[in-house]
């Protein structure tokens, strides 16, 4: 079923920066425009958006979208959102990351800034590799799947990122996939809505590295394995064997206090304790 | 070299951390720059912990308010110790004429210190009169600045005044007028 | 108002210096000997409306500084050794990106953990050469208390004015002894704003370099969308691989500062004009090296004395004249020789280059300097 065209996500777009550098059939596409449509259908002002990112394939987003953009370092994006959005808490930061930049080299932002529940919204591109050094294991690489540092099968552990994230105080956590990419806007929405620190995770195909090296097949192949294998977080409780399989949709959602307008209290006591 | 010297007095003192030997050389920094119109440079080292361990503090006082170029001490005209292991280490470090004040709460025996040595039970007689050891440092001021005069009395007193805690400057002024008693005492019985 | 003297630590100027120069976010992490400043900062800054933050590690740190500043804030982290190291990618990063920041290195003993509270000079080429790749920075070295405050100040301007990381290079000694000193009004002081774009935002390249050769970054947030990437990219801010515009921004980086040096040099010359021997010394070490000096005069030794106020870049046209006059240029640092290096290659042969280093934790002492003095006076 195709998206349904709407015109509001043309503008956010850089045009003239495409073609894209992402192989045919790549899932970051899907996502972008899940974005982009979680962002329009909030009205926010473009510019007022900051979008972030490391490195890797996902990380390259923030060129093709027409609002503040940052490409930084391996890793770092979530500490130089941290320095944006306590600095300018009106600006709304998003950040693009995937899971080696987030899980492996970004781990400890991704878990201190969580922490904090700093009011970023964290998109994670999960396709279970390295796309684009070509192909080495993640974090998030499964046991025993294969990559071009795991010629043998990949012997470490993978982990839940939405769990970590949980257990650090993350105060919106959200997963889908690019199969169900229907549903990406509005948990897009809902993160950036939240005042606090929101993480999304979507699991998306890489088929020219992920889905070749583990003879998966091409994107269809692997948004087929999506649909078999995402179990929507409202059927919890219900008797499925979970073996393999993960919970979609809205993870988490709660309260607790947001960093920078505790900042912004604690600097009013302390220039009303100054004064007095 | 002689009119050089002479505008650069050099206090050392020396301890175990936790003894406000560091407060005590701000103390006098501040007296000498901020209340007395001298310079005065201020620098320590500290031990391996904040607390225990051997803690040194060091002023350079230029009298004459001349620029201090060295901001550490070379041989000191003053030095004040207040444990053994400072004694061992400092004890003959000082200039031919130099003064040594030793806590003999600590240090028995000075044997290896050299110039003018002026023994006082420091931190004994701080807990005699105050039933505490708190103010000891500032005590060993009220001796050093009594028997050096390297900064005015009322300079010391607003010194100390602005760097100890509120509601604690009475016994702070009580404690530095213990010093400069002992030091006459001593003085007296040495003359 | 008379101005009354303070009596404050170099960790202390320097936070008073940097809230004097308009500072409003400080992101690091605790280091000795480095520590008093955020301990500072963290206490005075919400009282000016700033932000301080301590993050997870010193390369957040820098991370959060370099986000912080694109939002228009005059930003800054302060670190000892270990953090520096940890900070390089990311100068990198600021140096391509052409975002103002000021790291303040109070320099302890290495490598890796090695004196935490030992002075050393052993960061000199580390904050010149440490990042990756052909780049080009501002440092500066103060040699007192006053110093560091107005260096402080300075380093804010330049970094807002070249829009470049600047550094400034402490020393235990100076960042944890007192002096006095008289702190200005601000409006004494030449305080240094960011330039903002002028034209309309359909108009706004952000690296179309003014004449100087430097960016010029509309704060995120202001209707100026753009783009900021580590990657080689052209005067639009997006990524190239033209061959033309890599080789266009290389050299853009690099000599917008080289082509301001002698505005940006700072040094002191004391009795150089008849001297035999000239003492080159930065930092605390400059305190040892006037006091030395002063004593060879006093027993007939025509010693002067070159003190670097800016490190990089480096007053190499200043050290050539001086060899031209003197027999020799004595280098003292609290390293095993690294500025030497530089002060050789200025001086091109002209005089003899003797070298007096010292590696123990321990600040070079006149008495060492006047050893090594007699020893190579004639």
């Known amino acids: 079923m195709a998206i349904k065209e709407k015109s509001g996500i043309k503008k956010y777009l850089r045009l003239n920066k495409f073609p894209h550098i992402w192989c045919g059939g790549c899932g970051n596409g899907i996502v972008l425009r899940g974005i982009l449509q979680g962002i329009d259908d909030l009205g926010l002002e473009q510019n007022k958006i900051v979008m972030i990112s490391g490195i890797g394939c996902s990380s390259r987003m923030p060129g093709y979208v027409d609002f503040n953009t940052l490409h930084t370092a391996h890793g770092r994006a979530i500490a130089f959102a941290t320095g944006v959005k306590l600095a300018k808490p009106d600006l709304h930061v998003i950040i693009i990351t995937g899971d080696g930049d987030c899980a492996a080299i970004g781990g400890n932002h991704l878990i201190h800034a969580a922490r904090r529940n700093i009011d970023l919204t964290v998109v994670i591109l999960n396709n279970s590799i390295y796309g684009m050094t070509s192909g080495q294991y993640s974090p998030l690489t499964p046991y025993g799947s294969f990559a071009t540092t795991a010629p043998y099968g990949n012997i470490e552990q993978s982990f839940d990122l939405c769990e970590l994230v949980s257990s650090a105080g993350a105060t919106y956590i959200a997963r889908s996939t690019t199969y169900h990419a229907m549903q990406i806007p509005k948990l897009i929405a809902a993160g950036i809505e939240n005042s606090g620190f929101s993480f999304i995770e979507i699991i998306l195909h890489c088929h020219t590295y992920y889905g070749r090296k583990n003879k998966i097949g091409g994107p269809v192949e692997m948004m087929e394995w999506q649909k078999s294998h995402a179990v929507p977080i409202s059927k919890k409780g219900s008797n499925i064997d979970m073996t393999g399989k993960f919970y979609i949709g809205e993870l988490k959602k709660t309260r607790s206090p947001e960093y920078c307008k505790t900042y912004d209290e604690l600097i009013s006591a302390t220039q009303r304790r100054k004064e007095s | 070299m002689e009119s050089r010297q002479k505008n650069r007095y050099e206090i050392r003192l020396a301890g175990m951390g936790g003894q406000g030997l560091i407060l005590a050389g701000i103390i006098l920094a501040e007296a000498a720059t901020i209340f007395d119109g001298k310079n005065a440079v201020q620098s320590q080292s500290y031990g391996p912990e904040s607390r225990g361990g051997a803690s040194r503090a060091e002023v350079i006082i230029s009298p004459e308010d001349v620029e201090i170029d060295y901001p550490k001490v070379t041989t000191p005209d003053m030095l004040l110790v207040m444990s053994r292991e400072a004694m061992e280490r400092y004890g003959h470090e000082l200039k031919p004429d130099g003064i040594i004040i030793i806590d003999s709460t600590y240090v028995h025996k000075p044997e290896k210190a050299t110039g003018k040595i002026i023994s006082i039970p420091v931190t004994e007689l701080t807990k005699e009169k105050f039933g505490k050891t708190i103010v000891a440092n500032i005590v060993a001021l009220g001796i050093i600045v009594e028997i050096t005069g390297i900064v005015s009395k009322d300079s010391l007193e607003k010194a100390v005044i602005k760097r100890v805690p509120r509601g604690t400057e009475e016994l702070n002024k009580s404690a530095l007028e213990l010093g400069y008693f002992l030091a006459r005492e001593k003085m007296n019985t040495i003359n | ?378």
């Open chain 3, 1 to 378: 108002m008379k101005k009354e003297y303070k009596l404050l630590q170099g960790n202390e100027a320097c936070v008073e210096g940097a809230l004097m120069a308009g500072v409003s976010f400080f992101g690091g992490y605790p280091i000795t000997p480095s520590t008093e400043i955020a301990e500072s900062l963290a206490s005075r800054l919400p009282l000016t409306g700033g932000k301080f933050i301590q993050m997870e590690d010193e390369i957040g740190s820098i991370a959060a500084v370099l986000g912080a500043s694109l939002t228009g804030a005059k930003a800054m982290t302060a670190t000892s050794g270990p953090g520096f190291s940890l900070m390089q990618e990311l100068i990198g990063f600021a140096c391509i990106t052409e975002i103002p920041c000021v790291i303040v290195n109070v320099q302890r003993l290495g490598p890796s953990t090695g004196g935490p509270t030992s002075p050393a000079q052993g960061d000199m080429l580390q904050a010149r050469w440490g990042t990756h790749g052909d780049h080009n920075l501002i440092a500066l070295c103060p040699t007192s208390i006053e110093e560091t405050f107005y260096h402080t100040i300075k380093c804010f301007n330049l970094a807002e004015e070249y829009m470049v990381p600047v550094i400034l290079l402490m020393d235990e000694v100076i960042g944890h002894m007192r002096e006095r000193i008289k702190i200005p009004d601000q409006k004494e002081l030449m305080i240094i704003n960011r330039q903002q774009p002028s034209m309309p935002p359909e108009e706004y390249l952000p690296y179309r370099a003014d004449e100087r050769g430097v960016a010029v970054l509309a704060n995120f947030g202001k209707g100026y969308r753009y783009h900021v990437t580590g990657l080689i990219h052209d005067e639009t801010g997006f990524p190239t691989n033209d061959p033309k515009e890599t080789s266009k921004l290389i050299r853009r980086i690099n000599y917008k500062i080289e082509n301001a040096k002698d505005k940006l040099l700072d040094f002191q010359k004391d009795n150089t004009e008849d001297a035999e021997l000239i003492i080159f010394a930065y930092g605390s070490t400059a305190r040892s090296a006037l006091r030395s000096a002063h004593e060879a005069r006093e027993q007939g030794m025509k010693v002067g004395t070159f003190i670097p106020k800016t490190i990089w870049p480096f007053p190499e046209k200043a050290i050539f004249e001086l060899a031209e006059k003197v027999k020799t240029i004595m280098v003292c640092e609290m390293n095993l020789g690294q500025l030497v290096y530089e002060v050789e290659r200025a001086v091109k042969g002209k005089a003899r280059v003797e070298l007096l280093s010292k590696a123990s934790g321990e600040l070079i002492t006149p008495k060492d300097i006047m050893k090594k003095v007699v020893e190579v006076y004639n």
